[in-house]
């Protein structure tokens, strides 16, 4: 093996230090490794019980994997010591590096050197758990079992060491191959990580509790990746807070926040998203289990009416729904449970048949071979202490093989997560069987694992754009400008013209003819400062417009009004560092900032994700003729949003940000208009 494999799978593991590296050694031999362990210490003969080595130059061999507990100025010479032995890899668990302070920093720079072309992890990093070798360079406890031969299991990175050691101590049930944490990613990076550990046979998904990507480049491989091997990730992301942005003129800057953006490059590229522990967790058990699902509709059987309910409500507003049953698949239901019970999805199959394994079979067989994405079956186990549990199995078998009968996936859902023990679950994994702890987590979860699969399904993203650095000066456009610049790529705007003087009013509007809207130009925010006079129908009107606008503004521009108008939308580019240009699609007016109703896309985008993301937005029902009104020209909308974009492309290594603010659409057929534009790009001196 060599690169990161050595150091993921050691078959042979230096524990140098005092009490961090005599745990590692404890935590192995507890795990049952049977790799060489060797303990270096400069004064002790021996650490639990094995003999020690006083240095890394008197190690019988070169170690496949190497954990370093002692301070940070030792930490730079062993992992000097290490290199010349040519160690497989190594783990740096002092802090106070460049997460410190000057000399940490410095002293991060100092390691990176000493390791050469070696791999380390860290430092500031508990290590790595590899369950399916019960190899643990971890200097603690933790509460994951051994796999077993046959077994496979998740792999989760974490960039925080607490966190980590906590996903070890979860009793959900969870199969875990390997727990891993990166630290400050001085070298190793989370990205470089999980590409290795996917190619890991006996790892079948991979989560990831990230704080922020090291590479959005290998963020993009490891998404192609996981589709070619059919290994899907979850990615937990923290942090929602709004990042800091470059001054901002237009209304799309604040909207297009880190969040946003983040779930947007997520969302293009197939990863889960995760917004709590246990809905990752949970997330994580069915990806292992069932993999991504290819749909949202779920079916769900309960024997209360209360449980029927109560599911029914958590679905509500959420992508994952219970499709109704038609007549022919209602027909087996009720056959098998008589006129008395009211079959419908979700089931309430009532008690009449609890303990008739028989009927149990027949009513679930007919429920889950509808072909639904996912089935549920709420059952919450008697409290083993005081209860037996006998007839609960008998609904565990009678489930287990209607679902082996219809070759249909399925879950158990347990409303109160204390209402089953780790040992029902692990023992419902080997039936092929999900067991969900929690009504909203089961809903959570099955929803992030169809978005996965519904990405799948259609063709891979190109990656996002590689942006140049710009400088610091801005030059802003005005309206005018912006709209003949767009105009030129194919974005249709309103005719119009500059106006100098109050008397050329007259003139001009009877040209472009009546009605028109007068605005002043080089102000951003036109509503704001009153700097618009909309459907202007005669000389008098423009006359008096005019001479108000030129008390604000030496140049003002007459366009004509659009008719037609069902609803108005927000476009806007801004420019990320990470992620590139960024488009956000709003409601126009005040919706976009009362109800922040906007979707962010990623460029390039296609048309296909650019109407799904209009379709989306709160005010979408106003598109489609609410209460009798026109339809907007959505195509339209798509097409003019497509040429923004490339406008955007063609200027990418200027375009700081860009706004048309309103799109005005109209009816169907009747196209729609950029009604206003601003664009800011930079300034070359």
């Known amino acids: 093996m060599s690169g990161l494999e050595r150091l993921l799978r050691p078959k042979s593991i230096a524990a140098i230090g005092g009490l961090q590296a005599s745990r590692v050694v404890e935590q192995c031999r507890l ?29 019988p061999g070169s170690p496949d994997a190497a954990f370093i507990g002692v301070n940070r100025h030792l930490t730079i010479d062993v992992v000097k010591d290490l290199r010349d032995k040519q160690c497989g890899g190594a783990i740096c668990y002092a802090s106070g590096f460049l997460e410190a ?10 390691l990176i050197n000493a390791a050469g ?10 290590g790595l758990i590899n369950y399916a070798d019960g190899a643990l360079l971890w200097p603690d406890q933790q509460g994951g079992k051994r796999l077993q031969p046959d077994q496979k299991g998740v792999a989760i990175i974490a960039q925080s060491s607490n966190i980590a050691i906590n996903f070890t101590m979860q009793q959900r049930g969870l199969s875990l191959a390997y727990i891993l944490t990166v630290g400050n990613q001085a070298m190793v990076g989370t990205s470089e990580l999980a590409l290795t550990i996917l190619d890991d046979v006996r790892v079948t998904a991979l989560g990831l509790y990230v704080e922020g990507f090291d590479s959005i480049e290998s963020m993009e491989q490891l998404a192609a990746k996981s589709r070619k091997l059919n290994k899907p990730v979850v990615v937990y992301k923290v942090g929602k807070s709004e990042h800091s942005q470059i001054a901002a003129m237009t209304h799309t800057a604040s909207l297009a926040g880190s969040h946003n953006i983040t779930s947007a490059f997520l969302k293009r590229n197939g990863f889960g998203q995760a917004e709590s522990i246990p809905v990752f967790l949970e997330t994580l058990k069915l990806l292992h289990i069932h993999g991504p699902l290819d749909g949202y509709r779920i079916s769900s059987m309960s024997c209360s009416g209360g449980e029927a309910s109560i599911i029914a409500d958590a679905a509500d507003g959420k992508k994952v729904y219970f499709a109704e049953l038609t007549p022919e698949q209602k027909a087996p239901i009720e056959t098998a449970l008589g006129p008395l019970v009211t079959v419908a999805n979700p089931l309430d199959y009532h008690t009449y048949c609890w303990g008739n394994r028989e009927v149990m079979q027949a009513a679930y067989s007919g429920m889950v071979g509808n072909g639904f994405n996912l089935n549920y079956l709420i059952l919450d186990f008697p409290h083993r202490e005081r209860c037996e549990d006998w007839e609960w199995m008998i609904a565990v078998d009678a489930y287990d093989a209607a679902l082996k009968e219809n070759n249909a996936k399925g879950a158990f859902v347990i409303g109160m997560s204390e209402n089953i023990s ?9 039936r092929g069987i999900v067991s969900f702890y929690g009504i909203d987590e089961a809903l959570k979860a099955t929803e992030i694992a169809a978005d996965i699969g519904i990405v799948w399904q259609t063709e891979s993203p190109p990656p996002v754009l590689k942006l140049s650095t710009i400088g610091e000066g801005r030059k802003t456009l005005d309206e005018a400008e912006a709209k003949q610049q767009l105009s030129e790529h ?3 705007v309103p005719h119009g013209e500059r106006l100098l003087s109050a008397g050329q009013g007259k003139e ?20 704001e400062q009153n700097a618009v006079r909309l459907n202007l129908g005669n000389a008098a009107e423009v006359e008096q417009a005019a001479n108000d606008l030129f008390d604000i503004s030496d140049t003002l521009y007459m366009e004509s009004m659009v008719s037609d108008v069902v609803t108005e939308l927000i476009v806007g580019i801004t420019r990320d560092p990470q992620f590139g240009l960024v488009l956000t699609i709003g409601s126009g007016g005040i919706l976009v900032e009362i109800l922040k109703d906007a979707q962010t896309l990623l460029i390039p985008t ?3 994700q650019v109407e799904k993301s209009i379709l989306e937005l709160k005010s979408a029902p106003l598109l489609n003729g609410y209460r009798g009104k026109a339809k907007a020209d959505i195509n339209a909308a798509v097409d003019a949003i497509m040429a923004i974009q490339d406008y955007a492309m063609s200027q990418s290594n200027e375009l700081v940000e860009l706004d048309v603010n ?10 729609v208009f950029a009604a206003d534009a601003l664009i800011v790009l930079e300034e070359n001196n």
């Open 490 to 492: 194919g974005v249709v």
């Open 31 to 59: 795990m049952g490794y049977e790799g060489e362990i060797w303990p270096v210490h400069p004064t002790k003969k021996e650490v639990e019980g094995l003999p020690a080595f006083a240095s890394v130059a008197d190690l």
């Open 508 to 527: 001009l509007a009877e040209r472009l003819g009546y009605p028109v809207v007068l605005k002043a130009l080089g102000i951003a925010h036109k509503t």
């Open 606 to 608: 296609n048309s296909d």
């Open 422 to 430: 780790e040992d029902y679950t692990e023992s419902f994994n080997k």
């Open 662 to 671: 309103p799109l005005l659409l109209c009816a169907e057929g009747k196209g």
């Open 117 to 126: 072309a070696m791999p380390v992890l860290g430092p500031n990093c508990y």
């Open 101 to 110: 302070d000057e000399t940490g920093g410095k002293l991060q720079s100092d």
